[in-house]
């Protein structure tokens, strides 16, 4: 006779065994519904769903919403602009309420026309545009169209997508480029936007700047200004990728989020709160790239396979490509003393360009103290560094808005602009100059002037005399494994701390640099009289290397009184006003990478960003050598390599460097001094 057990009772009594309870249970169950089944029964076919028990919730979401633009100053207009290929772009257009014969500006962009042309939701048209590449008060005071479109490839365009798209020819067998984009996009504009008065201005920052650059070539008639602000010019001779051949590398997270997905929602990632960390950790750039699959982005397969300055970099300067146009519109290049990106481009585009300003009327130079983009922004001050006035509106108010007005506003007064608007640091005033550099409206003259490394960590503009106790060079251990932060450590990603180091880190204070055994220190005596330079220092390094590479940073920089009343902070601040890095592989030519002589003197001569500076009565001149920038630069291994970014661990070796000042050997900075009569 079976047992018969109610589970229930069965359970309830089990609750009481120890450890042992739910493997009990679980047997004695079992046991029970074998117990229980007939000997022949077959498995039981799985249940019928049940029919709909609830009826439909109904969405609250309708079909299709229609806003409402109750009040708004402006209308907001979505178009797709085909182009001469098929391809359409999108585009954004911000027409004010009431706009009749209004000029437009066009900003094209990379970076997505939807959310650059309307960065707030608001009805007032300022709010919705107070972001980047925005000019609010010109667009908004001056009641222009705005007009912002996505580049082919990204965002809401069709296309296909390169990273500063080459002209049509030996690199861009299509025959669209940002030229051709740019034409198309203004005929389509002026033909169907009923309220312009058919004028065009273009205008834009860093990347958004070197497309007005290229809309100079071959420009549709309605293109009647053009305002490239900190543009992209030479990705691998001063500007975003490489400098001098050294490799920025950590814009390597820029490749990545700029051409991983057309939509740019992939983004880099941090394995580190300290970027140092991160990049020390992988070796070599290469190595990184390798570590985060970047090889699946075209740009950095480029960049790897073009290290050295060879016709692809050559054929996309924009500068060389300017030279060889017919100069047709009026250009206000906008140049920022301290940009932290794109330092070179703007000063060279204006050297390669203004000899065909036969006129002195096409083409204007702004310098401002600013870092990248600020001209657009609040700028009374750059990190530590104040100027006394809000200079990014002075900007915006008293130049950028009548020197587009004249061009663009029917009936409009001629702007009174100088061919040169520089702002002067150290003094903190505004130049109005016949060119550049001048150093003053009249009667001035800027001549190359020998600043000398003198024995005993010393710098003065009096020529190394022989002398038995004279030094014949100063010398420092460069070592691959403790490279030389390019700013205080922590270096912290931007998704941490929003960008500001990175902005600012131009302006940083020298100091922890010049208290480093690795970094070569030379100072002036105390200034008696203002030190006056307007233009570009050029390095002139005599100097050797126990490796067979290396690279060079040379920093001029003003070293503030021990003491300054009002600002006590600013006691002995160190700050750059110039400064730069030199990969040594490409001295003899930078196309062609050759070893360095271990231990023999070279020369290694390299200009270094333009400068706009006085130093100052009290103060004394200071000029730093070092061997790394890191983590903004990737190292050199200082044992010559074909490929740096693909260095071997066992590469990368230390070095002792030597910077010589002996008569014969003398090391100096070429300084644009400006002399007055």
Excluded at 179 to 185: K, L
């Amino acid at each position: 006779m079976a047992l018969e057990v109610s589970p229930v009772k069965l359970m309830h009594r089990v609750r009481t065994v120890s450890v042992f309870a739910p493997l009990l249970c679980a047997l004695l169950l079992a046991g029970l519904s074998n117990a229980q089944a007939p000997a022949a029964a077959k498995a039981a076919p799985p249940p019928t769903p049940p029919p709909a028990m609830y009826p439909a919730f109904p969405s609250e979401t309708p079909a299709k919403f229609t806003p409402t633009f109750d009040g708004f100053e402006y209308r907001k207009r979505l178009v797709e602009i085909p182009m001469r290929d098929g391809v359409k772009l999108h585009t954004v257009i911000l027409v004010p309420n009431g706009a009749k014969s209004a000029p437009i500006l066009l900003t094209r962009t990379p970076y997505d026309a939807d959310k650059l042309a309307a960065v707030n939701e608001s009805a007032h048209l300022g709010p919705s545009l107070d972001g980047y590449d925005n000019a609010v008060e010109t667009i908004v005071e001056g009641g222009y169209i705005r007009a912002v479109q996505d580049v082919r490839g990204k965002h809401g365009s069709e296309g296909d997508y390169v990273m500063n798209r080459p002209l049509h020819g030996p690199q861009n067998p299509t025959p669209v480029d940002h030229a051709t984009d740019t034409y198309d996009t203004i005929d389509w504009l002026v033909k169907n936007v009923p309220e312009t008065n058919g004028k065009v201005g273009i205008l834009g920052i860093s990347y958004n700047g070197f497309l007005p650059l290229m809309a100079l070539v071959n420009p549709h008639p309605a293109l009647k200004v053009s305002v490239p602000m900190n543009p992209m010019v030479d990705g691998w001779m001063g500007d975003d990728w490489f400098h001098y051949g050294a490799f920025r590398q950590i814009g390597m997270s820029y490749f990545y989020d700029q051409e991983a997905t057309r939509k740019s929602e992939v983004k880099w990632w941090t394995s580190h709160f300290d970027d140092y960390d991160t990049f020390l950790e992988a070796g070599s750039a290469g190595e990184l790239g390798r570590k985060r699959g970047l090889e699946q982005v075209g740009m950095w397969r480029k960049v790897v396979e073009h290290p050295s300055y060879d016709a692809f970099w050559r054929d996309q300067a924009v500068d060389r490509i300017l030279a060889a146009q017919p100069l047709k519109v009026p250009v206000m290049l906008v140049h920022s003393l301290w940009d932290q990106e794109d330092i070179y481009g703007a000063p060279a585009v204006y050297k390669a360009i203004k000899p065909k300003d036969t006129g002195n009327d096409k083409v204007f130079l702004v310098m401002g103290p600013w870092y990248h983009g600020q001209e657009i922004k609040e700028g009374s001050a750059l990190g530590a560094i104040k100027f006394n006035s809000d200079t990014g509106l002075t900007f915006r108010r008293e130049i950028l808005r009548p020197f587009l007005d004249q061009y663009l506003v029917d009936g409009a007064p001629k702007a009174d602009i100088a061919p040169v608007t520089a702002f002067e640091t150290g003094t903190n005033t505004w130049r109005r100059l016949p060119a550049w550099p001048a150093g003053c409206a009249s009667g001035c003259t800027v001549k190359a002037t020998p600043l000398y490394l003198a024995s005993g960590s010393k710098l003065g503009f009096a020529a190394p005399k022989a002398g038995a106790s004279e030094q014949a060079f100063a010398e420092y251990v460069s070592d691959p494994s403790r490279p030389v932060p390019f700013h205080a450590r922590p270096i912290v990603p931007s998704s941490f701390d929003k960008g500001q180091s990175w902005r600012e880190w131009l302006v940083t204070d020298q100091r922890e640099a010049s208290g480093r055994t690795d970094v070569a220190v030379f100072r002036s005596e105390i200034l008696t009289a203002p030190v006056k330079i307007s233009g570009q220092p050029v390095a002139n390094l005599i100097a050797s290397t126990s490796g067979t590479d290396s690279d060079w940073v040379v920093k001029v920089i003003d070293v503030y009184p021990p003491e300054v009343a009002g600002q006590p902070a600013m006691g002995g601040y160190q700050l750059a006003v110039s400064m730069d890095i030199f990969r040594g592989r490409y001295r003899e030519s930078f196309e062609v990478a050759k070893p360095a002589a271990a231990d023999k003197p070279l020369l290694y001569r390299f200009a270094l960003p333009t400068a706009n500076h006085v130093f100052l009565p009290g103060h004394r001149i200071m000029v730093q050598v070092q061997s790394s920038w890191f983590p903004l630069y990737d190292r050199n291994p200082q044992t010559f390599v074909p490929s740096i970014f693909w260095a071997k661990p066992g590469d990368y070796r230390k070095a002792t460097q030597r910077i010589y000042h002996a008569p014969g050997q003398a090391s100096y900075i070429e300084l644009p001094l400006v002399t007055t009569p």
